[in-house]
């Protein structure tokens, strides 16, 4: 499945309350994905973290810190270019 067929399906999770409670219900994750094939969404985890991967840091962590720590301000300018 590709990363836009991925979206489609969280964009829906996200948009359509009985569909996700569908979704939810099923149980655990393979139960879950599995009712999710049966509701038109052929999606495995590895498409759902590639999706998620890409939405955390769409262009790559940037300077020499950690994600978390990097503040954007005047300091870390300063000290972590």
Do not use: N, Y
């Not at 509701?39 to 973290?49: A, H, L, N, V, Y």
């Not at 300077?63 to 300018?77: E, F, I, K």
């Amino acid at each position: 499945m590709s990363l836009e067929q991925a979206k489609a399906f969280i964009d829906r999770m996200k948009s359509d309350g009985a569909f996700s409670e569908r979704i939810l219900a099923a149980g655990d994750v393979e139960k879950r994905l599995s009712k999710s094939k049966d509701e038109g969404f052929d999606c495995t985890m590895e498409d759902i973290k590639a999706l998620q991967a890409v939405s955390i840091h769409p262009h790559g962590q940037k300077g020499s810190l950690p994600l978390g720590w990097q503040a954007g301000g005047p300091c870390h300018v300063k000290c972590a270019p």
